[in-house]
């Protein structure tokens, strides 16, 4: 008598090694799993951005925007702009040359090469940086977030925002474009903003 697997036996181990493969993949969510990677990248980049600046701050006793352009005042609003421009400090009049941030040594030049500072990129894949209305030294850097996780955490904490020239405005964590997916807070767009 010759000893093995029958074909249906194969088929069904095949079948359930499948099945828990599913499982495990539907587990993981490896497209959540990069978007919060993303998300956690760029929070860490736009305190770095926040930091360069207010350091900027303290040694030239101005923002990078002021010493582009000296008609700004400390106390003024400053709108809120890509990261790209070169007021922020990364980018000199493009991004082929390093801004002032870079030049003083407040950031490695190989911050410039970060992809939120590619010029044809969409609102989703960008960081804003600017100094809200009313506040004379809070500078804020802002994203919109594609993990879900991180969305939900942004409206259960009440920490959602649209941005206007000068102006951050919360969203209320009741509202239903808060909890909606990512292609409504890209549409909006609805940001994550620091200092939190």
């Known amino acids: 008598m010759k000893k093995g ?13 499948g099945a828990i493969a599913l499982i495990v993949i539907s587990a993981i969510n490896p497209i959540e799993q990069a978007n919060r990677a993303r998300d956690t990248r760029f929070k860490a ?8 600046i ?6 030239a006793s ?5 010493t582009v352009d000296p008609a700004i005042e400390t106390d003024d609003a400053y709108p809120f702009i890509t990261a790209s421009t070169q007021g922020v400090g990364l980018c000199g009049a493009t ?3 390093d801004g002032l941030l870079i030049t003083t040594n407040e950031l490695k030049t190989e911050f410039r ?9 969409t609102v989703s894949e960008q960081i804003m940086v600017g100094k809200a209305l009313g506040s004379s030294t809070s500078v804020y850097a802002c994203f919109v ?3 879900k996780s991180v ?3 942004a409206c259960a904490d009440g920490k959602v925002y649209t941005l206007a020239t000068s102006v951050r405005t919360a969203i209320a964590a009741n509202d239903a474009s808060c909890a909606a997916d990512s292609a409504t807070w890209i549409s909006g767009p609805q940001y994550v903003c620091m200092p939190e």
């Open 45 to 52: 980049d736009g305190g770095q951005l926040i930091s360069a």
């Open 54 to 59: 207010d350091r900027y701050f303290v040694g």
């Open 62 to 66: 101005a923002f990078p925007w002021m």
């Open 151 to 153: 969305r939900e955490k």
């Open 5 to 17: 697997f029958t074909l249906v036996e194969l088929l069904i181990v095949i079948g359930l090694l």
């Open 95 to 97: 991004c082929a040359a």
């Open 113 to 121: 090469n970060r992809d939120f500072l590619d010029t044809g990129t």
């Open 145 to 147: 977030p594609l993990s």
